[in-house]
């Protein structure tokens, strides 16, 4: 089952490159229509992403600077859960500042995730695995690994739109 997992995300991973090799920094701030959600520097200078705690209506379009940050929060949390090890907090979660270190960021999470695929064993995919779902929920590892990979590859089409769409409105 691992062997397919990896493969898997070795799929979404390719669709990423794809998209991220292509990003020039004037895509990630720029807003594809009057409602978005997006990355705002601080008065502290750390960039932080617009949030609502319950889902607005209408949603607001995020900016690909918003969708790297939401990677880069969903995907450290995972791989902290994943390790036993404390879970960043949302907020402590900040965009980097530019495109070219938010894609760097992407990397590096991808590599670690590369690296968790690589040393869990068979036994540890079915084993439990509360995040995201919590601990009643009853899923295993493997289905944390599945929904990353789905995960990712959503965000990353998302991503993939909105760098085609800008440079079709060029």
Do not use: C, Y
């Amino acid at each position: 089952m691992n062997e397919e997992l990896r493969w898997q995300f070795h799929l979404a991973w390719a669709l990423a490159e794809v998209h991220l090799d292509t990003l020039v920094d004037d895509d990630f701030l720029w807003q594809p229509s009057e409602l978005v959600w997006t990355v705002r520097p601080g008065d502290d200078g750390r960039w932080r992403p617009d949030w609502a705690d319950t889902e607005p209506d209408p949603i607001p379009v995020p900016t690909i600077a918003w969708l790297t940050w939401h990677i880069d929060w969903w995907w450290s949390v995972t791989l902290a859960h994943a390790r036993g090890e404390s879970a960043p907090e949302r907020t402590d979660v900040t965009w980097p500042g530019s495109g070219s270190a938010a894609v760097t960021r992407l990397r590096d999470l991808a590599g670690q995730w590369r690296a968790l695929l690589e040393a869990l064993s068979t036994q540890d995919l079915h084993g439990p695995s509360a995040f995201p779902w919590g601990a009643d929920a009853g899923r295993t590892m493997a289905h944390t690994v599945l929904w990353v990979n789905v995960e990712l590859t959503k965000n990353i089409s998302e991503i993939g739109q909105l760098r085609l769409l800008r440079a079709a409105r060029s």
